[in-house]
């Protein structure tokens, strides 16, 4: 694999999530969402719990064409490994500070968050992808995949038995309970981004490894997007029927989830590179370009301006505001999170345009 080539789709697709995300979680009042910007209570799927699944495929291909290129440019393992510990180190600790956002409340502080599963998930890919060939990666990702569904049927959870995957009563929670220390867990005693439910994001963010391999071992965009729209397509089948024995449940990250989630990025994949690679279509897609180039640092100013917002009274009192002028309560809140990602876009212009890209 020689000179590759920056693909443009990916970074839209890195920002169009991020703007997502951002969109999902900072609404005017969390007593009032439509339903499509909510996560399922349980088991079944919204738009909103396709979001993080796919930046994590997302971290996946990066890996894969980054760590690629930079050791075609010279670099060596080692130099790698010690930037990917770094680099997960960082974002590790910065998402533990900001679950002191917006609140400042240190009796909230939380070890699993976001960030951390995707520091996680970025270092046990990394790692893979520097130690082992594609054949391994898929191996690793089918036998997580399977073992967690097995262990979650199988073993037993004291008090409840074996085979329930019922809120709280089933083996990723209780598992949240042993492992991490109580004082670092919500008042639940687990996290939809606890201990165990970290293995199949691990197998999400394989799969983007995997679909980064097939691009560097096929340069025509053509072959590419069919490639992923077969892959993506098989995946959301053997997902939806695995769903019948393993439902698709976000909150712990189910193994039919990371199928159909999965399979979904590459579909959704396929569907940029075909717009922006091989159409040139780029139309309206800059915005999201720009998001992508700061993606990381972007979400925690998300965070950071949001801790402002609702410190200072601003987000309460636009909310209030619009919901006094008549306007439904929903739409007030979807109004102030449009709000949020556009405060959140002027950063990353500004960031832009100074070329100024922040690696967390």
């Known amino acids: 694999m020689t000179n590759t080539n920056r693909l443009i789709s990916l970074d839209v697709f890195r920002g169009m999530t991020i703007a997502a995300m951002i969109l999902v979680n900072f609404p005017g009042s969390w007593k009032a969402i439509y339903e499509p910007f909510e996560h399922a209570p349980w088991a079944g799927t919204t738009p909103t719990d396709f979001i993080f699944p796919f930046f994590i495929f997302i971290v996946g291909v990066s890996i894969t064409l980054s760590f690629t290129k930079q050791m075609e440019n010279g670099k060596t393992k080692k130099q790698l490994l010690r930037k990917t510990f770094g680099r997960a180190i960082k974002i ?7 679950h002191l956002a917006p609140s400042l409340d240190f009796s909230k502080l939380e070890l699993p968050g976001v960030l951390q599963r995707i520091a996680l998930v970025f270092l046990f890919c990394a790692l893979l992808f520097l130690y082992s060939g594609w054949r391994t990666q898929l191996y690793v990702a089918i036998g997580i995949l399977l073992v967690y569904w097995l262990t979650l049927m199988l073993v037993p959870v004291p008090g409840f038995g074996a085979g329930i995957i019922e809120p709280g009563k089933n083996l ?18 687990y996290d939809s981004e606890g201990f165990y439910s970290t293995f199949p994001a691990i197998a999400s963010g394989i ?3 995997l ?4 691009i560097l071992d096929n340069r025509n965009k053509e072959t590419q997007v069919l490639n992923f729209f077969v892959i ?4 959301v089948l053997l997902g939806t029927a695995f769903s019948w024995t393993f439902p698709l449940i976000k909150k712990i990250w189910s193994s039919s989830y990371v199928l159909v ?14 717009l922006i ?11 999201f ?19 402002i917002y609702v410190q200072s009274g601003i987000r309460d009192g636009v909310f209030n505001g619009l919901v006094n002028m008549g306007v439904y309560e929903k739409s007030a809140s979807l109004i102030w999170a449009f709000i949020s990602v556009l405060t959140c876009f002027t950063a990353a212009f500004i960031l832009y345009k100074k070329k100024i890209f922040i690696k967390l």
């Open 232 to 235: 993506g397509s098989l995946l």
């Open 211 to 214: 679909a980064g391999r097939i």
């Open 172 to 189: 990723t929670n209780w598992l949240d309970g042993v492992v991490i220390p109580h004082f670092l867990l919500n008042a639940r005693g």
């Open 92 to 98: 590790f600790a910065v998402g533990f500070f900001l």
């Open 277 to 287: 690679d091989v159409k040139d279509f780029m139309k309206g897609t800059k915005p």
């Open 207 to 209: 799969s983007g490894l």
């Open 289 to 307: 370009l720009i998001f992508g180039s700061n993606a990381i640092a972007i979400y925690v100013l998300a965070d950071v301006f949001e801790t």
């Open 261 to 274: 989630t999965s399979g979904w990025a590459f579909v959704v994949f396929a569907l940029l590179i075909w």
